[in-house]
């Protein structure tokens, strides 16, 4: 039987991935964690919680020995719109909290480790349409700094410890059940929210930015199949390209005003344009497709109508 530590899964994707690793194990098996409880009355309320700041690392210890955790998803981490506004804390909890993770399972053999990566790798010397799985990473934010050297780091106690250490290089995420943690890809979301409340967005990136981007569902079953993936099929490790969907600004704005009639977004962009401007549009991800047979089932019609039948209750549509 599988024992799963999940670290920042009060954050937008541990808040689904958490229950869907509930669905699939029982509640008892996956243990969430985060420095913030889970909210009541929520999905991830349902099962056992540990506080935990992954930057503990005899904390973080205790609860892998108490619990008999045999794997660990590590989604705790500061994003790329925060990181710029306090840089030290981002390399800390990104670094020293993934440092922790590698070590404690170095010292319990067995333990596989999911670390995500992200786009936020990629940097402006990156090829955009599509950023190739091989290619020069040298971002320009704090928040990709980390990322490759959490890849590389990864990589590195997969060859040097023979550990079992697999990550994606996640799009911007979509989702509906918790709002997204301070990231440049956060637009995708809040579109939704003030288009249903306000029936109007100021969206903070311009309308021809096009960015990858991935729906919640198709997240899960990316992270999934990469975890459930035969090891000897694996030809990368910590850094697999997956791609979703890719829009722009203004076309998204278009989906949505299809389904909302009179819904007008306009546009102002801010600090992190530059940012949304430094990563790809689009992404090849023949590595996945070939190694553990990803595929998408979202386009941008099919996410749009979903998000909405989703939200719209809930905030009184
Ligand atoms: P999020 O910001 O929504 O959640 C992160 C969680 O980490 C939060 O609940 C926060 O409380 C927690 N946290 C922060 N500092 C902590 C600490 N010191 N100890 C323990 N927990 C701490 O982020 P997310 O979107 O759920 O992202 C999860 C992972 O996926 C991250 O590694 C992120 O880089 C990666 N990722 C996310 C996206 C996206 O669009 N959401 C895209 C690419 C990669
Ligand atoms: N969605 C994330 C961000 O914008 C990408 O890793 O920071």
Redesign the pocket.
């Known amino acids: 039987m599988k024992r799963i530590l999940v ?9 689904e991935l958490t229950p869907a690793l509930r669905e699939r194990h029982g509640a008892s098996s996956v243990v969430a ?4 409880p889970p909210a009541p009355g929520t999905r991830l309320a349902d099962g056992p919680f540990e506080q ?4 503990e690392r005899a904390r973080l210890r205790e609860i892998v020995a108490a619990q008999r955790i045999d794997t660990i998803y ?6 790329s719109a ?1 990181g710029e506004a306090k840089p030290q804390l981002a390399w ?3 670094i020293t ?1 993934l440092v922790n993770v590698l070590e404690v399972a170095r010292e319990n053999p067995g333990v596989r480790v999911f ?6 790798v990629f940097g402006p010397e990156t090829p955009r349409t599509p950023a190739p799985q091989l290619t020069v990473l040298r971002p320009s934010t704090i ?1 990709g700094l980390t ?1 490759v050297t959490g890849e590389l780091l990864g990589d590195y106690y997969v060859e040097r410890y023979g550990l079992d250490v697999r990550g994606l ?5 979509i989702s509906s059940e ?1 709002p ?4 440049t ?1 956060d637009y995708a979301v809040d579109i939704f929210y003030k288009a249903l409340q306000d029936g109007h967005y100021t969206c903070f990136v311009g309308p021809d930015t096009v960015l990858p981007m991935m729906y919640m569902p198709d997240c899960i079953r990316a992270t999934l199949a990469l975890m459930d993936a035969d090891g000897a099929r694996l030809t990368r490790h910590c850094d697999y390209n997956v791609a979703g969907l890719s829009f722009s600004a203004a076309e998204l704005a278009a989906a949505i005003a299809a389904q909302l009639p009179g819904f007008v977004c306009t546009y102002e962009p801010d600090f992190r344009q530059a940012i949304a401007d430094s990563w790809p549009q689009t992404l090849d991800d023949s590595a996945a497709r070939a190694d553990w047979n990803w595929r998408p089932a979202f386009d941008l019609d099919s996410m749009t109508r979903d998000m909405l039948r989703r939200l719209g209750p809930r905030l009184g549509r």
């Open positions: 670290t920042g899964a009060s954050g937008q994707i541990g808040s964690s985060d420095i913030r935990l700041d992954v930057r590590h989604l705790a981490a500061i994003l925060t800390d909890v990104n909290g670390c995500p990566s992200s786009i936020a928040y990322k290089r996640y799009p911007g995420i918790t997204p943690g301070g990231g890809t």
